[in-house]
């Protein structure tokens, strides 16, 4: 399936676009269904979708399903050891890459291979869900990790397109400079989306589609000019982020964003719906730094599929677990989801109502990356790469910066 055949699922069904998972605020459980032996578990990270899913559940008859909501950096490092317990989610989902992987190992997935609920997804969208030839889960969500753009900002500034080249880019933030506002508002200070940021600034100047991986494997180093490239253009971008960037939190940098205040916003499609729960009214468009020439650029932003639906196998629930996925599977289901958080789905079928799907329709045939930051399968190592952008950000050079981080990355070998 290739971006334009996505466009006609997209306009065939109802309208089109948008985006997912990641970030959010923390919360427990969203429910007030008491714990009990015939309550089901569903763990996300999700607390912008909480109501959402509630009126999904309120309509759902075949069991009764509790909403286990952590902070997405919590539910990162602690979901498998809750999960390993067969206790929280009977029901559940995973970030794609190394909590995927994480969990598969552990043997916590349970095979939906064959299962007629996958037949109702896109499939070019789900292989983020399989390993070894099994379909352990079924993404859920398909994110474009690609900074939002105040519309209305831009267009006062006098850009009628996005700027095709770094230099463009550049002039693009010197004039929401000249406008008196924060040209780029970045969430430095949060590690889950602080590293979004990272993957448009790699896409374009990676050698390869794999090069971030390939730092975990050792046959690439941060320290590598191409690497370099990365940081020194981070470091170009310091000016035009807010005061105390690399502490600020991802509400501190939405809300700077959603108050029309700032220019873009560094994190993705999935905090569409955040921005208008504050208030906003203003276009919103998503707008990816072109970090090389125009001739050399490969990509116009990044996408990513992940919120990967999936039932536990040490849930003594497995049953009604799958059910709920298969529920949550349903064309008409996912559309009161995807239109009710602004949030594009994997499901075939699905109409999209929603006035920012529809506006960020073009996306969907845009040549753009699978986000790259998912390639680590070490959580440490990532890590220490996107500490680097932050470090970089705080005023380090980008040499020493890099040097540091790939001690770490060397320790973890």
């Known amino acids: 399936m290739n971006r334009r055949d996505l466009l006609r699922l997209a306009t065939g069904a109802g309208a089109a676009s948008l985006l997912a998972a990641c970030a959010g605020p923390g919360g427990s459980s969203s429910s ?3 714990k009990s032996d015939d309550t089901l578990s ?3 990270w999700r607390a912008e979708d909480k109501e959402v899913f509630e009126k999904i559940i309120a309509g759902y008859t075949a069991a009764k399903v509790r909403q286990d909501i952590s902070p997405s950096n919590d539910y990162q490092s602690t979901a498998l050891q809750k999960l390993r317990g067969g206790s929280v989610g009977d029901a559940f989902t995973a970030f794609r890459g190394a909590q995927f992987l994480d969990i598969a190992k552990a043997g916590v997935w349970a095979d939906l291979t064959g299962q007629a609920l996958v037949q109702k997804y896109e499939p070019a969208l789900i292989t983020a869900g399989a390993q070894d030839g099994k379909q352990l889960g ?3 969500q398909l994110v474009f990790n690609t900074p939002l753009a105040n519309t209305d900002l831009i267009s006062k500034a006098g ?5 095709k080249d770094w230099d ?3 002039s693009l933030l010197d004039k929401l400079k000249s406008q008196g506002v924060t040209p780029f508002a970045w969430p430095g200070g949060d590690a889950a989306n602080a590293g979004q940021l990272l993957n448009v600034m790699v896409v374009n ?4 589609d794999d090069a971030l991986g390939k730092i975990e494997t ?3 180093k941060v320290t590598d000019d191409w690497f370099l490239t990365v940081l020194k253009q981070y470091q170009q971008l310091v000016p035009y982020f807010q005061t105390g960037a690399t502490g600020t939190s991802s509400d501190a940098a939405l809300a700077l964003f959603a108050q029309g205040k700032a220019g873009l916003l560094g994190t993705g499609s999935f905090q569409v719906a955040g921005v208008r729960k504050l208030g906003a009214t203003f276009g919103i468009d998503l707008l990816a730094p072109i970090t090389t020439t125009a001739d050399k650029a490969k990509y116009e932003g990044v996408f990513n599929a992940t919120f990967i639906l999936g039932v536990n ?3 003594g629930k497995q049953d009604a677990a799958r059910a709920w996925i298969e529920h949550l599977s349903d064309p008409e289901v996912a559309g009161v989801y995807a239109n009710g958080t602004s949030q594009h789905v994997t499901v075939k079928g699905v109409e999209y109502t929603n006035a920012d799907l529809k506006a960020l329709a073009p996306w969907l045939t845009k040549k753009t990356a699978l986000a790259p930051r998912f390639q680590f399968s070490n959580l440490d190592v990532r890590g220490a790469v996107e500490n680097a952008t932050v470090q970089v950000a705080g005023g380090k050079s980008p040499e020493e910066a890099a040097e540091a981080a790939q001690k770490v990355i060397d320790q973890n070998k």
């Open 32 to 34: 007030d269904s008491a």
């Open 168 to 170: 463009g880019f550049l």
């Open 42 to 44: 569903f763990a996300h």
């Open 159 to 163: 850009f009628g397109e996005a700027p």
């Open 218 to 220: 050792g046959e690439n």
């Open 313 to 315: 196998a040490k849930s």
């Open 138 to 140: 079924v993404p859920y």
């Open 205 to 208: 100047n990676a050698p390869t």
